[in-house]
């Protein structure tokens, strides 16, 4: 492998990853220090690529340190799970796990996958091997590697659907990390090696400059928002059916650093398309030009989208190109209707049906008059097809019989687990992410917040009309924008305690980004704007027009231009 070309000097975390011993570092002796609910800072950073963060809850940190205590440590787990697919069997590990280790029940992220909070450190060990022990593994969820990769998130509607999943799982394994220290750390009782016969022939001991995702959309549902993807695919299916090749996207990317106007939000652009046999070439070697080019230096700096922006579409083109044993052709035509979850049931090609439930912000917890925990557990003994997490944090019961249906929808009412039916618009199709109290960059508040905020804009939205149009809201507590708020006709991006920007204007099919409108401001101020905008967009609006194309067709905003395409 070539070797990482930055000249600037090397930030601080990749000294800490190539000295990592193939990220073994000191995690071992730190979770066996009993002195502490924390490990040093240099593991916490390799900690990450093992699938954990380490966080303290926010909301006593003040109190702990007046009364000189340490931070109320815990720990993030986030499972890889590629395509979001889990058996009956599995969720039931999962739950038991959550039950007996963390704090909140279980939450499923934006990337079809599930994350536990609150894991003390001394059970740490005990959460990623009772992990394992279902079948699936959490290496690589986080870090500077290849992260969960995506897809279009129901493979039974059709046999292409269920091809396009089998490339997902296919792609991680091919470019997961190869290390054996995850093995040594979590799930076996020996000692922890050195490291000394390990190889990582893709991602080399200092491993990706930042993340990298993968994402694969099944025209024409663009469920998974595959131009926020470093590296989007759209599957190009002839005749509605047969898989023929992919699309190739790079360039996407959601994060932005509050402050630095150089760091941005960006959608990623076409650059060609690849038959199913040069899929995994083309994957391997579309990371392998970012782990040499990517900014090593500034980890601001270092997503895909810069490499490109800095050098070029043209250049990663070619860059590309030059490393593969085939032509990438031209793109081939493709079209999208829309970037939400579809509720309610679906009947696939082969006559089952699946159901598609809305969890709100993701999260599996019994609350008053929604015991969801204890119905998903009720269901999961009794469904007997497969469990499926959606990236606008939904799940899918999927795989059900047609004499099925009716014993799942006593539970699924029985347990309160039919928002679905009953929300607003806004309501289905509103993400947050986690923020406050465990996201340590959390600027403001997101998932709680999200539920006093929706009833405020329900009760405009009533007063305009508006209550069954499908929005697309989305807010985070930083510009990371972890459920992709850069992404929704209405996002609020957090900036303060209390303040967010507004942002308005993107699409409904994800291909546009929205625009910046109202620049750090408070309840107040957002509920004004979009009193005022709601009223506008019920009295002028084209017919079957969307909220984001009327705000961009009446001059509301200016949406943010895409880069020139290629030749090709
Ligand atoms: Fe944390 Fe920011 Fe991501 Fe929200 S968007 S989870 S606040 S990093």
Redesign the pocket.
Known sequence: MTEPTTTTPLSALEHIKADSHFLRGTIAAGLADPTTGSISEADTKLLKFHGSYQQDNRDVRDERRRQKLEPDYGFMVRIRLPGGVLTPAQWLGLDELAAAYASNGLRITTRQTFQFHGVRKENLRAMIRGINDTGLSTLAACGDDVRNVICSVNPRLSSAHAEVHAWALKIMNHVKPRTTAYRELWLEDGPVGDGATDDEPLLGKSYLPRKFKFGIAIPPYNDIDVFAQDFGLIAILENDSRLVGFNLAPGGSMGATAGDPKTYPSLADLIGFVTPDHLLETCWHAVAVQRDFGDRGNRKHARLKYTIDDRGLQWFHDELQSRLSFPIEAPRPYHFEHNGDRYGWTEGDDGRWHLTLQIPSGRIRDVDGHPRQTGMRAIARVHKGEIRMTCDQNLILADVAAEDRAAIDALVKQYGLDDYKHASGLRLHALS????PT??????E?ERYLPHILDKLEALLDKHGLRDEPIHFRI????????R?YMGEIGLV?RAIGKYDLRIGADHIGERLNALYKENVGEEAILAALDELFGRFAAERESDEHFGDFVVRAGVVDPPKRRPTIRY
């Open positions: 992410c986690v923020a406050l996201c340590g960059l959390a600027m403001a997101s985070s507590g930083c510009p990371n924008s972890c459920s708020s957090g």
